[in-house]
């Protein structure tokens, strides 16, 4: 169908919901198809060493031009370990898109909210578009904001899990609460569950492990595109059905004289 | 950072026409929503969700025990002073009145002190004309000082201040403010309040908001309900309260429904708010803003406020003179009249047959260290 | 004359540059971002850095990455 819902963020105009990876695939050949078939427009990169052997394939090969390129800072322990991986992204030329990701427990994978706000003041003065990976926690979220990032992208559960939402409850008051676009990062095992963080107002998700481990990628990525799309569609259309609330007695209203309940 | 352009962009905004427009449909699905919107706040603010009232009064009461409990916080007013340079044409004390004019020595506060104390109440709410020349900031800091032994909370209802001034009151004892802009409607504002400080509309529209910055924990708001089309009134009190709460998540946002009854003499509420129209501001007010308090006083029957009490409401006066020295003796001019004449004891016993627990005391701020 | 690249030790020839080096590698230097004595080298700058004994070279890619 048309779309006419766009998803504005860092001066791109989005009309896919979906955030992709390149993570975990068995064969980075597939992530153009993956692309083409979620209709996803942003995607996440890893920058690492190279090979001191030359021998590694390059994954950018693979990355179709027309989409938004989302390094992250995975490997950073530390705000100034993010800071210095965000600013040799840039220096590769793909534009100013930054996910702050900084772990040091490698047990956990948990985001470090203290840290992570420190970077993202940092890189947003700098001229970066930061969306920082975090906990949902709101006094976090707030001092990202301060901090002056772009989104925010809370996590559904710890990375890789493809746990669900298990924060469902936090995310929905980040939602509530904040400015800011909430992106679901992390956690999203199904395209039910995709679907429904988009329902509860989440702006978009990010999907990456659940995608690249099927063993369809092209087709769980075309489920999730189309989960995303309809969570996107639901919330914008509003609840649905609506049960009868209404009841013939009034025990609440009646000593106003008049009948309470429904006509 | 004000509400200013917000109201003035709401005063624009033909909200009766979209009230009107709105069905018992609409509200119900607001019914059906975890969180409402503006747009459901709307659709159960208007005519049509008026049909729908007991399925909303049911939400409203869940919503209420949720988040408060089987709980009313009661508090009781101290007028210190009634000297007023305001000339708002519907209250007893406003200037062009020949009443008789005083201002409590601190003697006679720390009398009225105590025989409001001596009920057991122990949260306070201090009020003045606005004189600030005969009660400013330096008499309430003194009343404070005199009654804050006996009373754990005080809060004022006097006249608008800017940021310092409540950091005064603040650092003297202060932890609430009331402020009630009266109506939204800029018009009608100036129609209101011909003469007097009180003419400057966006001055006070904005001092819950220096109040919270000030570090209050309650900033109280409200329409004087009958003064104009309720709804509007109610919607914008709902967005300003909203817009209070987000700026200023530490503070305690209340709204209080004060309605004007038409009687003989005095000044006529030209939109007279019915029973069941204020039930549905209310339980409306409660579904928006789950955790809003909300203040019923006086001004309504006993058995009127007996009836709403699990609708939504958190905070009730009790023990009520609206007269300057009227706790201490009985007999002189109040402010408005009162309609529920109860005694502190008698509004404690209500509650407790109603299965409700009376709080004289949620919090006690901590002295503020040298 | 040796450098540190990567974190390794590496003998290279003296006066090879940052390009000549990346290419001798079989990396695209498109897709290479460069960090010489913890300073950023931009690719358009490849040529133009020749290299010294002692140098501290780190050499990066994106990778796949979530």
């Known amino acids: 169908m048309e779309h006419t819902d766009i998803f504005e963020l860092g001066g791109k105009r989005l009309t896919s919901r979906l955030f992709t990876g390149t993570g975990k695939y068995g064969d980075d050949g597939l992530i153009p198809a993956v692309c083409e078939a979620s209709g996803s427009q942003v995607i996440t990169v890893a920058l690492r060493r190279v090979d001191l052997d030359g021998r590694g394939d390059n994954v950018m090969r693979h990355i179709p031009g027309h989409m938004t390129l989302l390094p992250n800072t995975s490997g950073a322990r530390t705000a100034d370990e993010a800071v210095r991986i965000a600013r040799l992204a840039r220096a590769m030329g793909c534009g100013d898109w930054i996910k702050i990701e900084v772990i040091s427990d490698n047990r956990h994978l948990l985001p470090d909210g203290y840290e992570t706000a420190r970077a993202t003041e940092t890189l947003a003065r700098e001229g970066f578009v930061v969306l920082p990976y975090m906990n949902p926690d709101l006094y976090v979220a707030r001092s990202l904001a301060d901090a002056g990032a772009a989104a925010i992208m809370p996590l559904g559960a710890p990375i890789g899990t493809n746990r669900g939402l298990r924060t469902e409850e936090m995310i929905r008051i980040l939602i509530e609460e904040m400015d800011l676009p909430i992106i679901v990062d992390a956690g999203i095992g199904t395209p039910s569950q995709a679907c429904q963080a988009m329902e509860m107002g989440a702006a978009a998700c990010l999907v990456n492990t659940a995608i690249a481990t099927a063993a369809d990628p092209v087709l769980m990525g075309r489920a999730f595109g189309r989960a995303v799309a309809a969570g996107r569609e639901a919330f914008l259309a509003g609840p649905g059905a609506v049960s009868a609330l209404a009841r013939a007695s009034s025990p609440l209203t009646g000593f106003l004289g008049e009948t309470g309940g429904a006509a | ?370 | 004359m040796h450098i540190t690249l990567n974190g390794k030790n590496r003998q290279i020839a003296p006066g090879q540059t940052l390009h000549d080096l990346v290419l001798s590698m079989n990396l695209d230097p498109a897709v290479v971002v460069a960090e010489l004595n913890s300073d950023i080298v931009p690719g358009t700058q490849f040529a133009a850095t020749v290299l010294r004994d002692g140098d501290r070279l780190e050499l990066l890619s994106f990778v796949g990455g979530g």
């Open chain 2, 1 to 370: 950072m004000s509400f200013l352009p917000e109201a003035l962009r709401l005063h624009r905004e033909p909200l009766e026409e979209r009230m009107a427009a709105a069905t018992g449909h609409d509200a119900l699905r607001a019914l059906e929503r975890e969180r409402v919107g503006e747009d459901g706040f709307l659709a159960l603010l208007s005519p049509a969700a008026g049909q729908h009232l007991e399925a909303m009064a049911g939400r409203a009461r869940d919503l209420t025990l949720r988040r408060f409990g089987r709980t009313v916080s009661l508090f009781t007013p101290l007028y210190v002073s009634n000297h007023c340079a305001n000339h708002c044409r519907y209250c007893g004390f406003a200037a062009p009145n020949s009443i008789p004019r005083s201002r409590l020595t601190m003697d006679e506060v720390r009398a009225e002190g105590e025989a409001i104390a001596a009920t057991g109440l122990r949260q306070l709410l201090l009020l003045t004309g606005e004189s600030p020349a005969r009660a400013g900031v330096e008499y309430l800091e003194d009343c404070v000082r005199v009654l804050r032994p006996l009373f754990p909370s005080i809060a004022v209802e006097v006249f608008p201040m800017a940021a310092d001034d409540y950091r005064r009151l603040a650092a003297a004892g202060v932890d609430g403010l009331t402020v009630f802009q009266e109506t939204y409607d800029p018009d009608l504002y100036a129609d209101l309040h011909p003469a007097g400080p009180k003419r400057d509309y966006a001055w006070r529209l904005d001092t819950p908001m220096r109040g919270a910055e000030a570090g209050l924990r309650v900033v109280n708001i409200g329409v004087l309900l009958g003064l104009t089309g309720w709804r509007r009134e109610i919607f914008v009190t709902g967005l300003h309260a909203a817009w209070l709460m987000k700026r200023h998540p530490g503070v305690d946002v209340a709204v209080s429904l004060p309605r004007m009854r038409p009687h003989a003499g005095a000044f006529q509420p030209a939109s007279p708010v019915s029973d069941r129209e204020l039930v549905q501001a209310m339980t409306a007010l409660r579904i928006f803003l789950p955790r809003l308090s909300i203040t019923i006083s006086t001004r309504e029957t006993p058995a009127f406020r007996d009836n709403i009490l699990p609708l939504g409401v958190t905070r009730m006066s009790a023990g009520v003179s609206t007269a300057v020295g009227g706790h201490a003796k009985a007999g002189e001019t109040g402010q408005f009249e009162i309609s529920d004449p109860r005694s502190v004891a008698e509004v404690c016993e209500m509650l407790k047959s109603r299965g409700y627990q009376p709080v004289f005391k949620d919090w006690e701020p901590l002295e503020a260290s040298a």
